[in-house]
């Protein structure tokens, strides 16, 4: 059982070891390292078989539950490059602890975190070399889970295969941290209450392929997402969740089970706090969000995620109609939670919550 898990290493020779790509044109997940970290679980032996092992393809039955019935979680975190060589995750715990509330809640065994956690270290001492260098580059870290059982019938699979990819990536903003033009879907929905869109689960993603594709025609970058019921409350945008600061006050919705927990959403609202900036979470209509930016009220948005940090929002669509936030250029707040984010996670800068880990 996973309370003895001890992590085989299965190393590569150097010379069978990938060519680095070009640090200046990594792309978004597209390059991967030269190891992976897998484990398996069944109903017998729990978490067993941990190892860390050359990245390679699965061999996988096509009965296999995850193909069939989607039970598929991940999560999405990065490795940031200090000075002098350091190391440093971003709230790497807290990364595991919500996929073992998306574990829950898609009926998949919870993972030993402590020891996923030093599992994870150990693969990236192993591929430290593959951490980019390069101003705003990072590690992207991917820890997932699917189920591996062949089977037909509808159940929670007997048998899971949870690993660990990395993927080198360049800045988010290589052309300048510019505001992203927003499309508000008033058609389709990414999740409703009761479902399952405070999990990290790939259909979510698939369900929100359609809009995308649709937002992207029309020339915009993100849906912003509305409630499912009503059309009316803000939820999320793309993936991402979001802020709007109306007179003053920075508002983003409450969480309530069809919002994405996002790590940097919470971070931004405890900066916030400590700033003495007014934040409360509360439901906000889009109507709401129109009428202050009629009246200048509304002085700025911006989206929280992984992988861009703060992405500033410099205009909304809305039934034809198109609505320039702070005149489209980034807020104020927005270029200070980035800064401030940024600086503690490449470890530049020591924070009170210890959400920077240094991990070699
Ligand atoms: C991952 C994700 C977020 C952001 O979460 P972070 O922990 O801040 O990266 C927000 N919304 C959705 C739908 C997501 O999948």
Redo the contacts with the bound molecule.
């Keep these: 059982m996973w309370q003895d898990l001890e992590v085989t290493l299965k190393k590569l020779d150097k010379k069978q070891l990938k060519q680095k790509p070009d640090q200046g044109n990594l792309g978004f997940g597209v390059h991967f390292t030269d190891h992976m970290f897998l484990m398996k679980w069944n109903r017998e032996q729990g978490w067993h078989d941990a190892e860390i092992c050359p990245f390679q393809d699965f061999n996988i039955s096509p009965a296999a539950m995850v193909f069939h019935y989607g039970q598929a979680i991940f999560e999405?975190m990065k490795a940031y490059r200090g000075k002098d060589e350091q190391i440093f995750l971003f709230r790497p715990k807290d990364n595991f602890e919500r996929m073992n509330s998306s574990a829950v809640r898609m009926c998949m065994p919870r993972l030993p975190v402590e020891k996923v956690f030093k599992g994870l270290k150990a693969l990236l001492y192993l591929e430290r070399e593959w951490i980019p260098s390069a101003p705003g580059a990072t590690l992207y870290i991917r820890p997932t889970m699917v189920a591996m059982e062949p089977m037909l019938g509808l159940k929670p699979s007997g048998s899971y295969y949870f690993f660990i990819i990395l993927s080198p990536v360049g800045a988010y903003y290589a052309e300048g941290f510019n505001p992203t033009k927003i499309y508000v879907s008033d058609k389709y929905a990414r999740a409703v209450k009761g479902g399952v869109g405070e999990a990290?689960t790939a259909g979510?993603y698939a369900a929100s392929l359609m809009a995308s594709e649709e937002a992207r025609n029309a020339g915009y970058t993100q849906v912003l997402w509305l409630d499912a019921c009503e059309h009316k409350y803000i939820e999320?945008v793309g993936?991402?969740?979001i802020f709007f600061r109306i007179n003053g006050e920075l508002i983003t919705p409450p969480l309530g089970g069809s919002i994405?927990p996002?790590?940097?959403?919470d971070s931004v609202i405890k900066l916030a706090g400590q700033w003495g900036i007014p934040v409360v979470e509360r439901r906000l209509t889009i109507d709401e969000v129109i009428a202050a930016s009629r009246d200048n009220s509304l002085q700025e948005a911006f989206a929280?995620?992984?992988a861009a940090v703060i992405s500033p929002v410099g205009e909304l669509s809305y039934k034809s109609e198109t609505y320039l936030i702070n005149e489209g250029k980034t807020g104020e707040l927005a270029r200070k939670f980035y800064d401030e984010l940024q600086k503690i996670q490449f470890g530049e800068k020591e924070d009170s919550f210890n959400w920077s880990v240094r991990v070699c």
């Design positions: 999405g990290k979510n999320e993936t991402s969740n994405l996002g790590l940097s959403r929280t995620g992984t």
